[in-house]
């Protein structure tokens, strides 16, 4: 046997597995799961197929990783779970599959999924986010890339909350967040930007005094969102508030449109 794969642990005949893949006791590792190199897989996980795993990722005791999702249409089918590489998801995260054949929840690259967070059927979650403990994510909801989602919140089905967005601990998400702002509460409210995380992720003092403007607009001027809309549009020299502009006009007019998150006032 694999020295990296300890005894106790119950591999599938077809799971496909690195040779450099570590597997803790009492893990289970089921039919139609593919693990990458470097990933190290903690004691009494489970991972069920058709689940795909990418390098260099660590999953901590007792997650459990594309198991069938909690959703009444579901009718046994081959859906998937995608994870990319350089993930770290904690003890008692589940991941589960997507309702549908085909369909699939995904997760992209450097997530950090805190204990007990839930990340339900048909999510897409992008990269370099992190989720605090004990956060419940609803079916097909969208995270973009470096967004950070405080502890013991709850997230409607179909939300996006927008990149390099900070949402506030405890608070009820049941409208779109948009994006670089920081939002909190019960009923949950845009506060202000995200000015650290703006900071952080390498925006320039013009990038930022773009985004003010638009906040200024959005939230303080008094004009009702189609107005602000075209108004934004002159502001498209800017990737960023062109970028805010986009997310804005699909939360209104989308499929699965949930409206948007409003400011404090």
């Given amino acids: 046997m694999n020295t990296l794969i300890h005894p ?3 591999i599938h005949k077809n799971a496909q597995l690195h040779p450099t893949t570590e597997v803790g006791p009492y893990a289970v590792i089921g039919d139609q ?4 190199a470097q990933t190290i897989i903690g004691s009494h996980a489970v991972i069920e197929g058709p689940t795909e795993i990418g390098m260099n990722n660590r999953i901590f005791p007792s997650a459990v990783i594309g198991a069938a999702p909690q959703d009444l ?3 046994n089918c081959s859906s998937r779970v995608e994870i990319g590489n350089g993930n770290t998801i904690r003890e008692f995260v589940t991941i589960n599959r997507a309702t549908y054949a085909n369909e699939v929840t995904k997760i992209g690259n450097n997530n950090l999924l805190m204990a007990y967070v839930h990340v339900a059927h048909n999510c897409l979650l992008e990269d370099n986010i992190i989720i605090a403990n004990s956060v419940s994510l609803a079916g097909h909801v969208h995270i973009e890339s470096r967004a950070v989602v405080g502890g013991a919140l709850g997230v409607h089905q179909f939300v996006r909350i927008g990149r390099n967005a900070m949402l506030g601990g405890m608070s009820r998400i049941d409208r779109d967040a948009p994006p670089f702002m920081m939002i909190e509460g019960n009923p949950s409210r845009v506060r202000s930007l995200n000015l650290i995380g703006l900071k952080r992720a390498g925006l320039t003092v013009e ?4 985004l003010k403007q638009a906040f200024r607009l959005l939230y303080h001027s008094g004009l009702t969102l189609q107005q602000v809309l075209k108004q934004l549009q002159t502001f498209n ?3 960023y508030t062109r970028y805010l502009h986009q997310f804005l006009q699909l939360s209104i007019t989308g499929e699965k449109r949930r409206g948007l998150i409003p400011g404090k006032h």
Avoid: M, P
């Fill in 73 to 75: 249409k579901y009718k």
């Fill in 207 to 210: 990038d930022i005094r773009h």
């Fill in 237 to 239: 020299s800017n990737e």
């Fill in 33 to 36: 799961v593919k693990v990458g």
């Fill in 8 to 10: 106790t642990a119950i």
